[in-house]
Structure formats: C-alpha cells, structure tokens
C-alpha cells in the first residue's frame, strides 16, 4: 500500500480537498488520508471528502495531546503531530510509502521522481532553495535558512528497519520544541530536519526544481505552459507548487511576506494562481474557512484557577526545554 497524507484543522479543509483532488488525479494507485488535527464540526459535511480517508487526532492516541493542545498554537500544533502520524499510518495500515504533502499546494503531474526513488531511498526531501538569493527584497537565503535548509511541506518516507528510530527522535523534539521562535532557533517541525543529512544515511535530496516550487525559490524558476502543462525552466515537468500565505482575498498578492515579484513581473504565474484559487471556492473555501477550530479554544474555555495552573505548568516545561539554549 502506498498513502499520501496532509494535516489540517476544520478552517483549511478546501485546501485539503484541493490538495487530495489534484494528487490523485495523478496517484490513483495511492490512498489519500487527511490528518484532522481538531474535533469534528457539526455544521460541516464531511461526506464531501468520502474519496479520502479522514483520521482526526484524537485516534492516535497521543498521551500528550492535553498538553500539546494548550502549550502550541494552531500551526505549532498541527506541524507538531507530523511524526506521529507517520507513525501511526505505518503502524496501522502496513504501507511501505507514505509521503506527506502540505495542505496549500497542488499537484500538477505524477510524483515520478519520488515513486522511484522510495524503492532504493528511505527519507527525500526538498531544499527550499538551489541557487543562493541576497538583495533587498524577501525572501533572500538569509530569511530562508533561519526556517530550515529543507521545506518540510513534503517529505516521503519507506518502511525501512530504522523507521522508528528516525521517526521517535523527529517526534520528541517537536513534542518538546516545536515552537515558532527565531529568537530561540525554534521553527516548528521543519528546522530539525537540518540534520536528516548527518544522522541518518540512506537519504535523499531531491534537487528537482518541478518539487516544491514557491515564493521562496521564484529567483530560479520561470514556468511555461505547453500543451495543457506546466514546464520549469523550459525543462522539468512542473510536479506540485507551494502556495504559502497565499490568500484567496487578496489574489493580486502571491505571498504575504514576499516582496521581490508581483504577476506583473511574472505574468508566468498568472494562469497557475488564477485555477487554484477557482479550486479552492469550487471547494467551498468562503465557507469553510470560517468553521470552528475547536482546539485553538480549549485553552479560553477553561477556568481563571485552571487556566493558571495550567499556564504554570507550560512555564516549567519550557524552562527545562529551553534550558539547553539558556546554558550556552
């Protein structure tokens, strides 16, 4: 069996859709699962993502789950199960791939590269950027590396003997620091992946510039459409773009934080931004957007007394974790 998942709360279920839709367009030998990190919606239909397998967080089981619910906020928490659902999808289904793929982004041709590859590799991951960026505009690669060398928007994985070890050790660093914190060198899941290269041996880096296209490496990619499909660099069959903090609302903008290109300067981006956003309201995204995420509310549903000692309680916790850092 091999699986393709994506985490995400209520609020971002049309960009999972999307996302699912345009994977297995192209991976219908693939099962697609979407992790629900957050508790069911009563004012949502779920059956509308029947061509997709559902397992809401609560099913893992995690002991720590209270706690992560209350010390991380809504993406913390969501990039903080990353590890553990691998775990549990390779525990419970028996697959011998499983690729995760961030819920913003779509897929536009069969994942060739990475199918392959999973046969003799047991981790791929892409690097943000192949070429260095330094001007005045963002993002530059001195921006890029404070968040990680590697987009942890993908990654595949085989079922390999050390799995577990990777996947533990992954796990407990972001049930401990998986903040978004530059000022403590914290950036959710994706910063420990830095070290991929140097604890675990049989990887690969997947240096294609058709994966994980995005605002972050526009400086080297130039997209052309031939024949009803996308072409990198006038070579490399474009596989998935990254659509990070972009914002249906304010479709003339194709980065929150990105400020070296508009589509008046890379009108080659146009057509591609223009369909997803048609996908996403296709998908409902004006409405489910606004859906309840229940575990951002926990922390506001509790008592004064509760929330103090609850609070207490993460400050400790995060004293000792930090303390590392605090010593140098």
């Known amino acids: 069996m091999k699986i393709a998942f994506t985490l995400c709360s209520n609020n971002y279920l049309a960009h999972a859709k999307t996302l699912g839709d345009s994977f297995l367009e192209f991976h219908s030998d693939f099962k697609f699962v979407i992790g629900l990190v957050d508790e069911y919606d009563t004012n949502m239909d779920y059956s509308l993502f029947s061509t997709f397998e559902i397992i809401p967080l609560v099913k893992l089981k995690l002991p720590e789950l209270n706690d992560l619910v209350l010390k991380y906020n809504i993406i913390e928490l969501n990039t903080s199960v990353k590890p553990s659902y691998f775990k549990y999808l390779f525990e419970t289904t028996g697959a011998n791939n499983i690729i995760y793929i961030d819920p913003d982004i779509l897929v536009l041709s069969r994942l060739v590269e990475v199918i392959d590859a999973l046969v003799h590799h047991n981790i791929i991951i892409t690097p943000h950027i192949l070429t260095p960026i330094d001007d005045e505009f963002a993002p530059t690669d001195y921006h890029t590396i404070r968040g990680g060398v590697f987009n942890l928007g993908f990654i595949a994985l085989s079922n390999y003997s050390k799995i577990n070890n990777f996947l533990n050790?992954?796990?407990?660093?972001?049930?401990?620091?998986?903040?978004?914190?530059?000022?403590?060198?914290?950036?959710?899941?994706?910063?420990?992946?830095?070290?991929?290269?140097?604890?675990?041996?049989?990887?690969?880096?997947?240096?294609?510039?058709?994966?994980?296209?995005?605002?972050?490496?526009?400086?080297?990619?130039?997209?052309?459409?031939?024949?009803?499909?996308?072409?990198?660099?006038?070579?490399?069959?474009?596989?998935?773009?990254?659509?990070?903090?972009?914002?249906?609302?304010?479709?003339?903008?194709?980065?929150?934080?990105?400020?070296?290109?508009?589509?008046?300067?890379?009108?080659d981006l146009l057509e591609l931004f223009k369909d997803y956003r048609f996908l996403l309201l296709k998908n409902d995204i004006e409405n489910i957007s606004n859906l309840q995420i229940f575990y951002s509310n926990k922390?506001?549903?509790?008592?004064?007394?509760?929330?103090?000692?609850?609070?207490?309680?993460?400050?400790?916790?995060?004293?000792?974790?930090?303390?590392?850092f605090l010593d140098k």
């Not at 659509?243 to 249906?248: I, L, M, P, Q, V």
């Not at 922390?299 to 000792?320: G, W």
């Open 169 to 267: 050790w992954w796990e407990n660093r972001v049930m401990k620091y998986g903040f978004a914190d530059f000022s403590k060198s914290m950036f959710y899941d994706q910063l420990w992946v830095n070290y991929v290269p140097v604890f675990y041996d049989n990887h690969l880096i997947l240096k294609h510039p058709g994966y994980n296209m995005a605002n972050w490496n526009l400086h080297e990619r130039h997209l052309t459409l031939v024949n009803g499909k996308y072409i990198v660099n006038d070579r490399f069959p474009l596989r998935f773009f990254h659509f990070s903090s972009y914002n249906y609302t304010n479709p003339d903008v194709i980065c929150s934080y990105q400020t070296r290109y508009d589509f008046n300067s890379r009108k």
């Open 299 to 324: 922390f506001n549903q509790k008592s004064s007394n509760e929330k103090k000692n609850i609070l207490k309680k993460i400050i400790r916790r995060l004293a000792l974790a930090l303390q590392p």
